[in-house]
């Protein structure tokens, strides 16, 4: 519906097809209309929907469940294209970011969500490479009307790469207090925007990944996820060179084991790429936590790595949920 704003109150959207899914499936309505109230979808019908109230016609739309990207870094998409996808590093023109104005920020922000809205992905569980870029997803999705769960990477892209690709773990233990006071603004960016732009905003605590944190930072990591309730997201045994660190460390844990140690998984939890997990015995413990494997086609760029889905499946794991059906599956309890 670009350009129209929706109604307030109760009212009616007539538009020339409507997928709808109930207890026979997914299937197609022709010239088919819905009715809204109180910002939910009432009713789905063939049919013209009787009632008073406002009418939007879209005769030329399709209407549909939002999509859920499940792991996104939307202000950093462009600024890394042509560098992603020849597999060379995208580390400058992320940091270049970070010297750019509020407003060029939130401009670079909205040309990139822009892209994941028309793409039909109306909620994004979006972990920003910086805290600045998470301030600015909040400002511009919240303007927009998407849907989002953002927080700031945790250490962010300014210290990201001393610690990532240290020479030795010193470098790691030597981070640990700047990266306490990243995971405390996080977690205040967190509480003063959960259930922001009338509940659409809901931030999470983002981890960059088990080999950038220690006992404690990722131990104040799940306590700050435990008081804003909207879970983690994380970069979960992304490489190989991941699990072996995480091992190192924790006597010989994998990064989920370590993980579900400490109580990572009490609450929501997204994990991306999954690309060297133990399959002996992380596949268990994602499955009993309800953890989400977020599976990302092109991570690493076009012709980067195959990512595991087709095992994740197998192994019963949630993987690559797209379509919100937090509502008993049904179209007419989604939440626009």
């Known amino acids: 519906m670009a350009g129209t704003q929706a109604p307030e109150g109760s009212y009616f959207v007539e ?28 009713a789905v019908s063939g049919d013209r929907l009787e009632g008073e109230g406002p009418r939007l016609s879209l005769p030329h739309q399709l209407l549909m469940p939002g999509l859920i990207s499940g792991h996104t870094h939307v202000a950093s998409a462009t600024p890394t294209r042509g560098l992603i996808e020849g ?78 690709f240290r020479e030795n773990d010193q470098a790691l233990f030597d981070s640990v207090p700047e990266t306490l006071e990243e995971i405390a603004a996080n977690f205040e960016f967190g509480k003063k925007n959960l259930g922001a732009h009338d509940g659409r905003i809901m931030p999470m605590m983002a981890p960059h990944a088990t080999d950038t944190h220690t006992d404690e930072t990722m131990t104040a990591i799940i306590e700050a996820a435990a008081v804003l309730g909207t879970g983690i997201h994380i970069h979960l045994s992304q490489r190989d060179t991941e699990t072996d660190a995480v091992r190192r460390l924790h006597d010989g844990l994998s990064p ?44 690493g760029g076009a012709g980067g790595a195959t990512q595991p889905y087709p095992e994740a499946l197998a192994a019963g794991i949630a993987t690559n949920i797209a379509i919100d059906t937090h509502s008993n599956d049904l179209i007419e309890n989604i939440k626009l």
């Open 256 to 299: 989920t084991q370590w993980l579900e140690k400490l109580g990572g998984f009490a609450g929501p939890f997204f994990g991306a790429h999954m690309m060297a997990l133990d399959w002996e015995t992380d596949p268990e413990i994602l499955k009993r936590h309800g953890a989400v494997f977020a599976h990302c086609p092109s991570a």
């Open 87 to 164: 597999g060379r590093s995208f580390s400058r023109p992320i940091k270049l970011m970070e010297t750019l104005s509020d407003d060029e920020l939130d401009d670079l922000t909205a040309f990139n969500l822009a892209e994941v809205l028309k793409a039909g992905c109306t909620t994004q569980v979006e972990m920003s490479l910086s805290l600045r870029q998470a301030e600015s997803y909040v400002r511009v999705a919240g303007t927009w009307g998407a849907r989002g769960f953002p927080g700031g990477m945790i250490p962010g892209t300014a210290r990201l790469d001393g610690i990532w």
């Open 15 to 42: 538009a020339g097809w409507i997928l709808a899914n109930g207890a026979e499936g997914s299937h197609l309505i022709r010239d088919g209309s819905i009715q809204v109230e109180n910002d939910r979808i009432v």
